[in-house]
């Protein structure tokens, strides 16, 4: 056919625009869909190591749990959480323990030092004090039991040696010194030698009371004796004491300045200034044990 070239190149065109979209389909084949993704896996839980010492053979736990033993200078590791962690240790026999809390970070081993020696070094440090106590207690008391006899019996002894230097009343129980001191004082000296006087193993004398000494006078009993100034005289006394004169006594006279005397020829009493000395003399008395 012929005809104009530029009408004939412009219908080759429009034939091949057409033909395209079916050549297209026929080389590109089936449709293919991506494949599913696999989910990611999740991430391994921390973890860390715990490192267990101890200085003494023991049995330890752990937040509880019993872990088992653990040597003399050994450890124990396990695998543990992160976070706070409660070791607990006791030695063998269980008397020494030690609870420790401990913090555990993530990737990391902790250690944890228990020491038993020095809960038992102090124990056993205690206990030989407390030994030691008891063991000087009792030789105090020995010491002190030792001192109270030898004055017990040095007492005895002396009460042996001054029998015959003391009488005791067997109505009231009193002890007296067989004689009065034999010359004349004022009621403060008389009252200071029987405070100061050391007789029959006894330093507890005093000066008797007016009823005291009007106890022992019996108008029955003749001692023979003579006053101070050497007149014979004839004492109504019990136990036979040795008399010189007046015996003062502890009691107030008449006045705050007095005290009363008695007098064992006749029964009399009679109240004397306090610093008065003549022919006044000291019996003193004691309660008998």
């Not at 050549?23 to 449709?31: K, R, T």
């Not at 921390?46 to 653990?70: F, N, Q, Y």
């Not at 240790?89 to 420790?100: I, L, N, P, R």
Request: one cysteine or more; aromatic letters at 6%; a positive charge.
């Amino acid at each position: 056919m012929r005809g104009n070239p530029t009408v004939i190149c412009a219908m080759a065109a429009a034939l091949m625009m057409a033909a395209l979209p079916a050549l297209a389909q026929q080389d590109e084949g089936p449709i293919l869909r991506p494949k599913p993704q696999p989910k990611p896996a999740k991430p391994a839980a921390a973890s860390a190591t715990l490192l267990v010492m101890c200085d003494l053979a023991c049995s330890w736990k752990l937040d509880g749990e019993a872990k088992g033993r653990i040597e003399a200078g050994g450890s124990a590791k396990e695998k543990v959480k992160p976070g706070q962690h409660m070791v607990f240790a006791a030695t063998e026999d269980g008397t020494d323990h030690v609870q420790q809390l401990c913090e555990v970070k993530s990737g990391e081993q902790t250690v944890v030092s228990i020491e038993l020696a020095p809960l038992r070094d102090a124990r056993d440090k205690a206990a030989q004090q407390a030994r030691d106590k008891v063991a000087q207690e009792a030789r105090d008391k020995a010491a002190k039991d030792a001192r109270d006899k030898t004055a017990q019996e040095a007492r005895e002894k002396a009460a042996l040696e001054d029998a015959d230097k003391v009488w005791t009343d067997p109505a009231t129980r009193l002890m007296w010194t067989k004689k009065d001191n034999g010359s004349d004082v004022n009621w403060q000296k008389a009252r200071n030698y029987c405070r100061n006087l050391r007789l029959a193993g006894y330093s507890d004398w005093r000066l008797p009371a007016i009823d005291e000494l009007s106890d022992i006078y019996d108008p029955k009993a003749n001692i023979a004796g003579q006053m101070g100034s050497g007149s014979q005289v004839i004492w109504h006394v019990k136990g036979r004491l040795q008399l010189s004169g007046w015996q003062w006594s502890n009691t107030q006279g008449n006045t705050r300045w007095e005290a009363w005397l008695f007098l064992f020829a006749n029964g009399e009493r009679y109240s004397s200034p306090l610093i008065g000395s003549g022919l006044d003399r000291v019996l003193c008395v004691r309660h008998a044990e």
